[in-house]
């Protein structure tokens, strides 16, 4: 079984300061999948990175990053310099093999993140 | 543009009610999945389907079912509703991982409130 851990309910932070936001997963497949998701306060979820299990290259993304380690099993996400409209409900999920070659996922509990002006 | 759409923002049912929600999505994606989100919870997959007429369960398939008769649609359905159902329901779209796709497309969202 797949699990993924996002221990932080809820941040707060002031603009123009950096955040992370933690994922921790657990598989037993060498083949998965690991993906950030944002909701803001719309409510649509919104895709914002992919990683496959065998590229644990760092990627930045303007103000995003995200550190990918499979020695600890951790996909964290920090954003730099935060404004008020990164203010939204971020997901991890990890997307491991089902039925007919096809993945599936399981999703974090989720971070609020609230960045005040 | 991928449009994910849901029959209904907000619904209304009593227990006991047989309740379909409906999902259609217009860019001829193999898979579809069924979520509920609640509050600290995050998003809980019900179930999904990786073809037409093909479905698996997710972690929470209790109480519902789901119907695949086309590439473009996919139901879930509350065959008898209870009060514990009330939640929101996402629907959303993917292409198979393994072909490249990596974007999944969701749904604005269902409000089902079950009295």
């Not at chain 1, 971020?90 to 993140?113: E, H, N």
């Not at chain 2, 065959?79 to 974007?103: H, I, K, V």
Request: charged residues 20%.
């Amino acid at each position: 079984a797949q699990k993924v851990t996002q221990a932080q309910t809820e941040i707060s932070v002031v603009e123009k300061e950096d955040v992370t936001l933690d994922c921790v997963y657990e598989t037993r497949d060498t083949t998965y999948y690991l993906f950030w998701y944002k909701q803001p306060p719309s409510g649509e979820l919104v895709f914002l990175i992919r990683r496959n299990s065998f590229d644990e290259q760092n990627e930045i993304s303007g103000r995003y990053s995200w550190n990918f380690q499979k020695s600890t099993s951790s996909f964290n996400f920090t954003i730099t310099a935060s404004q008020v409209v990164d203010s939204a409900v971020y997901f991890c999920a990890l997307w491991g093999p089902a039925s007919g070659g096809s993945y599936i996922p399981t999703f974090g509990r989720g971070t609020s993140l609230i960045v005040h002006p | 543009d991928v449009k994910v759409t849901q029959s209904s923002r907000y619904l209304v049912k009593r227990t006991g009610e047989k309740v379909f929600l409906e999902c259609v999505q217009d860019m001829d994606h193999e898979n579809m999945f069924w979520y509920r989100q609640d509050p600290g919870l995050g998003l809980r997959l019900i179930y999904f389907s990786y073809d037409v007429k093909m479905k698996e369960k997710g972690d929470i398939p209790e109480g519902y079912s789901v119907s695949r008769e086309k590439k473009e649609r996919f139901s879930l359905i509350l065959e008898s509703a209870s009060t514990n159902q009330t939640s929101m329901y996402l629907c959303a779209s993917s292409l198979p991982l393994a072909g490249g796709g990596d974007t999944q497309y969701f749904g604005p969202g269902t409000r089902l409130t079950v009295l």
